[in-house]
Antibody, heavy 123, light 107 residues
Framework: QVQLHESGPGLVKPSQTLSLTCTVSGGSINSGSYYWSWIRQPAGKGLEWIGRIYTSGSTNYNPSLKSRVTISGDTSKNQFSLKLSSVTAADTAVYYC???????????????WGQGTMVTVSS | DIQMTQSPSTLSASVGDRVTITCRASQSISSWLAWYQQKPGKAPKLLIYKASNLESGVPSRFSGSGSGTEFTLTISTLQPEDFATYYCQHYNSYSCTFGQGTKLEIK
């Protein structure tokens, strides 16, 4: 059974780069049968999709965050990562990594989620 | 960008009730819609994918319907563990958008 676990600093200073890693266990990040995503949720608010990466290395990003986001994969460590630059207090949120299946017609919904990690942007 | 609008934002109901949550897309999304349940402090859990397909292990009291721009999530007989926040999500190979959520509260 595939499991996901987020890790990274819980506190980031304004204007710096937020960096998080999602470790995939019980399966290979490079299997081709899954794509991998990042989603965030500010306290008391809804879910916001950040972006995704496919096995091929291709990525899609939320247009509202695209200029600041990079998602990459490390097959040697079975991990994928999120970098969000020039952060402000508005980037304070719980960050989730998640995975969904690649299907013939494209992709399917996110059926695997990490437990989430809280990131606070503050000086 | 496709916008997803859920209604209502809050729903008060009692155990045993039948409830329906609606999600509308700003343009046709065919059946590329999922529903998630989220409880406080927990990650979202997939309930329904491709508008009407029940995820494995999800109780059959949950059902989804719709296509195009209007979708519904129905819980046929509310159980105590169903009080949570529900999100719809449009997904395709290029993008993804969540609805703003519907909080299901105990009346």
């Amino acid at each position: 059974q595939v499991q996901l676990h987020e890790s990274g600093p819980g506190l980031v200073k304004p204007s710096q780069t937020l960096s998080l890693t999602c470790t995939v266990s019980g399966g290979s990040i490079n299997s081709g049968s899954y794509y991998w995503s990042w989603i965030r949720q500010p306290a008391g608010k809804g879910l916001e999709w950040i972006g995704r990466i496919y096995t091929s290395g291709s990525t899609n990003y939320n247009p509202s965050l695209k200029s600041r986001v990079t998602i990459s994969g490390d097959t040697s460590k079975n991990q994928f990562s999120l970098k969000l630059s020039s952060v402000t207090a508005a980037d304070t949120a719980v960050y989730y990594c998640a995975g969904g299946q690649v299907v013939l017609a494209g992709i399917d919904a996110l059926d695997i989620w990490g437990q989430g990690t809280m990131v606070t942007v503050s000086s | 960008d496709i916008q997803m609008t859920q209604s209502p934002s809050t729903l008060s109901a009692s155990v045993g009730d039948r409830v329906t949550i609606t999600c509308r897309a700003s343009q046709s999304i065919s059946s590329w819609l999922a529903w998630y349940q989220q409880k406080p402090g927990k990650a979202p859990k997939l309930l329904i994918y491709k508008a009407s397909n029940l995820e494995s292990g999800v109780p059959s009291r949950f059902s989804g319907s719709g296509s195009g721009t209007e979708f519904t999530l129905t819980i046929s007989t509310l159980q105590p563990e169903d009080f949570a926040t529900y999100y719809c999500q449009h997904y395709n190979s290029y993008s993804c958008t969540f609805g703003q959520g519907t909080k299901l509260e105990i009346k």
